[in-house]
Nanobody, 127 residues
């Protein structure tokens, strides 16, 4: 059974950094695109960054380009999201998701296409 478990969230001051981890089980990353999404209170879930193992493609939302980096460790079946220069507007619940047969652009822009989700981890950026 496909399972995704996020970790690494927390409270950080503006300008700080966090690294989120998404540990996958029940499947191998090779065949899936993996994405990070976030949802702030009262807002829709939005794609932050997505990565695909088969071709190494990545996608970043404009709001995080240059600040966030997505990476994967296939040996550990884990995907990471390094978040630097955090801003208060980055606050939200961050979810890891997996989907096969999809491009990273579609995955990040159309979360309705995504079938498998983790439980989420809270990120709060505040002084």
């Amino acid at each position: 059974q496909l399972q995704l478990v996020e970790s690494g969230g927390g409270l950080v001051q503006p300008g700080g950094s966090l690294r989120l981890s998404c540990a996958a089980s029940g499947f191998t990353l090779d065949n899936y695109a993996i994405g990070w999404f976030r949802q702030a209170p009262g807002k829709e879930r939005e794609g932050v960054s997505c990565i695909k193992s088969t071709d190494g493609s990545t996608y970043y939302a404009d709001s995080v380009k240059g600040r966030f980096t997505i990476s994967r460790d296939n040996a550990k079946n884990t995907v990471y999201l390094q978040m630097n220069s955090l801003k208060p507007e980055d606050t939200g619940v961050y979810y890891c998701a997996a989907q096969s047969w999809i491009t990273v652009r579609h995955m990040c822009n159309i979360p309705q296409y995504v079938k498998s989700w983790g439980q989420g981890t809270q990120v709060t950026v505040s002084s």
